[in-house]
């Protein structure tokens, strides 16, 4: 990456509050120059931990705002 990576941690455990911080996240990465900060890894250390279905198909619904 040209600029820095952040680590973001978050404690949220639902799909509506990770969504909400992922957001967060793209929005601070468009208005902060790139050789500022260039990559942000949201970090969700307890979402989906006692139901592994749920986090898969989170991410699933996650890609598909990026692949058609």
């Known amino acids: 990456p040209v600029g820095d990576v952040r680590y973001e941690i978050t404690l949220s455990t639902s799909a509506e509050a990770i969504y909400r911080e992922y957001w967060n996240e793209v929005a601070l ?10 990559t942000t890894l949201l970090v969700t250390p307890f979402f989906g931990v006692e139901n592994p279905e749920v986090f898969d198909a989170f991410c699933g619904r996650s890609s598909s705002i990026f692949c058609p």
């Open 29 to 38: 990465l468009v208005r902060t120059d790139q050789k500022a900060l260039s």
